[in-house]
């Protein structure tokens, strides 16, 4: 009860800050005065929103949902006739009367000013409040990922899956009216939760429970934009009711409705550039509005891709993530309580471990200059996971295989990098998730299996159904597959035998830059972090450390630039080498990640990029391990005459 009335007077502050205290109920004296004055009559008194008193209080049950305007408290009874009063009481009974007993209530209103939630929290029910603008438009990502959440765990506390069909516990959800900001919740909840999304279906569930339904074009139009679903013919959207007023809910004109509702395809590509330009424009994400060519945008591989998710949601995928990768072991991947990216990072290869390749089987692919991701697949969304351990939620589909062609991938993790493939025939730029591992597949750990193993299944139960699903579902047109964020392929890998073919042919005909090879142990589990067995060769040149870059000053007031690499307990180790820019002033570098290369003629680092995707520099060993293998200067005709030698 502490904790409560704690929150209960952070929301009276905020109320007060904000201008929306109107309503002030008298001090906190003691709990037996709070609990009876939380339904007592306010000398001010309050009038109804506009359109409240008509309006329907309550939705049919919605599986575990019941739709509800908002409860208002006996402030507003002077302005209410006794039959038409829907206070938080009420609204209890209310949901009982249909055998709802309601274990937690989600507001979404944007203010406080309607109830106090102790009456709710008296009972015993848990009271969640995540503030959405009605007004300004639809719930954004982030409110969106908190409400999946905040019914995800409660429904787990309570003992009940998401989907399960005891619907005796219930979840009333409102906003003012319960139609708009309610419904799209609810239909965004039952998108992410059933093993099959079918927003037309559930759209005309809600409205079906809680007639007429969202009626706000715009918050219809953008559930089809989230899951590149298209509006069936059959699906007729509804007026706005008789008792809304019509200033809060402009209609909108029959001409605007086809662009709304996803008529346009939006293409991941664009025709009309040429290859000699420095960086390729591709298409601004589609946005919702009729696609034009003339918006345009310089696509970089470190663009934020996907939408917002809630701390609490990031939490749960990051621990998800270690959980997997450390198959199964929900403690490791931490230090000093911070979690930290558990993919598996490469070594340097050198005369010192060169050795590896002779006495163990290994495969080979190409070093892909991409950006580096972890890619989750649960029944609620598809999760990038970046070095830097941020987490983004996107729109994909990942059909299972065989029978169960029609239910999605839950727990399914890959490994792989992002690149921009430029195609010089058709003058198409396309941005491309090469996947390489799989460590978990439809809840399955596979971390633990040889890496062919891992390799086949990432092919056979995740990439191949993909391709059979959509290729067959193009006659249907009802998921605009053109308009998910990128593509998908598997990386291949090779045996030592295609090492000549990759160097000399392969790589040069590339439509995405590479800088080396991969070796792979055939055999080898997935391990996190840093793996002595995984090898990695960059052409000479090429050869590169992740440095944090600080100027700092020295004798005479001058700033130079100095370099660190990462040490012990998160420490930095200072590195006595020298840096120069042939492109960048350095003094803008100050405080960033930066990419450099060795120059072996003038024995100096070159600046060749900044790491927007990392949030520290490489760890000293990496360093050392780079340097040694810059002095070994294993050359690719090394290389070759290695691969032949193990074939």
């Known amino acids: ?116 939630p102790v009456v709710f929290e008296r009972e015993d029910i848990r009271y969640v409040k995540i503030q959405c603008r009605g007004r300004d438009g639809p719930p954004d990502s982030c409110a969106i990922s908190k409400f999946i959440y905040t019914v995800q765990s409660h429904r787990a506390i309570i003992g009940l899956e998401g989907y399960s069909n005891d619907y005796k516990s219930g979840i009333l959800v409102h906003c003012t009216h319960g139609f708009n900001r309610t419904g799209s919740m609810i239909v965004h909840y039952l998108q992410r939760s059933e093993q099959w999304p079918d927003l037309n279906k559930h759209i005309l569930i809600f409205s079906e429970c809680r007639p007429p339904g969202i009626y706000k074009h715009k918050y219809l139009a953008k559930l089809y934009e989230s899951y590149l679903e298209i509006k069936r013919d059959s699906l007729v959207f509804p007026d706005i009711p008789s008792w809304k007023h019509s200033a809060f809910a402009p209609p909108v004109s029959v001409s605007k409705t086809t662009d709304l509702f996803c008529a346009q395809k939006f293409s991941r590509v664009q025709a009309h550039f040429s290859p000699e330009k420095y960086t390729y424009p591709v298409p601004l994400r589609y946005s919702g509005i009729k696609f034009s060519k003339l918006k345009t945008s310089l696509a970089e591989l470190d663009d934020v891709l996907g939408e917002e998710v809630c701390d609490e949601q990031v939490l749960e995928v990051q621990k998800l993530c270690i959980w997997v990768c450390f198959n199964g072991k929900s403690s490791a991947g931490a230090t000093k309580n911070k979690l930290s990216f558990p993919g598996s990072q490469p070594v340097s290869l050198s005369n010192a471990n060169i050795h590896m390749i002779r006495e163990q089987k290994y ?139 990759l160097l000399e042919s392969f790589i040069p005909n590339l439509c995405h830059e590479s800088d080396g090879l991969i070796f792979q142990p055939q055999s080898s589990k997935y391990e996190p972090n840093t793996v002595d067995t995984l090898l990695k060769w960059k052409f000479p040149k090429m050869n590169s450390v992740d440095f944090f870059l600080k100027f700092e000053e020295i004798a005479s007031n001058a700033m130079e630039p100095m370099l660190y690499v990462g040490g012990k307990e998160g420490k930095l180790i200072r590195i006595n080498d020298k840096i120069s820019s042939y492109t960048t002033d350095l003094m803008k570098l100050d405080g960033k990640i930066v990419e450099c290369s060795w120059d072996f003629r003038s024995k100096e680092w070159v600046y060749m990029r900044t790491r927007l995707d990392k949030i520290s520099p490489n760890f000293v060993t990496v360093y050392e391990n780079t340097v040694l293998s810059i002095n070994d200067n294993i050359t690719s005709e090394d290389i070759l005459r290695l691969a032949e030698l193990c074939s």
């Open 363 to 501: 495969s080979v692919t190409w070093k892909a200059d991409g950006v580096r991701y972890l890619l989750l697949i649960l029944r609620d969304g598809t999760y990038l996971i970046d070095r830097k351990f941020a987490i983004r939620r996107i729109q994909m589909r990942f059909p299972l295989s065989g029978q169960d062609i029609n239910k999605t991938h839950h727990i399914t993790l890959l490994d792989g990098e992002m690149v921009l493939d430029f195609d010089p025939e058709s003058k198409l730029m396309i941005r491309r998730y090469l996947a390489y591992d799989c460590m978990a597949f439809n809840g399955e750990l596979l971390a633990d299996k040889p890496f062919l193993y891992r390799f086949q299944m990432l092919n056979s139960e995740v990439i191949e159904p993909r391709k059979r699903f959509f290729s067959k579902m193009q006659k249907s047109n009802y998921y605009d597959i053109e308009r998910e964020l990128f593509t998908i392929r598997q990386k291949k890998f090779y045996p030592l035998s295609s090492t000549r073919a």
């Open 1 to 116: 009860m502490e904790k409560i009335l704690g929150e209960r007077e952070k929301r009276r502050k905020q109320m007060k800050d904000l201008g929306l205290l109107h309503n002030t109920f008298q001090p906190l004296v003691s709990i037996a005065e709070r609990n009876s004055m939380a339904d007592q009559v306010s000398t001010i008194e309050q009038k109804p929103p506009l359109g409240w008193l008509d309006c329907p209080p309550q939705s049919k049950p919605i599986g575990f949902f019941v739709a509800s305007k908002t409860p208002l408290s006996s402030a507003y009874d002077s302005h209410i006739p006794q039959n038409q009063r829907y206070s938080p009481h009420q609204s209890l009974k209310l949901a009982e009367s249909v055998g709802m007993k309601i274990t937690m209530v989600i507001d979404l209103t944007n203010t406080s000013r309607y109830y106090d």
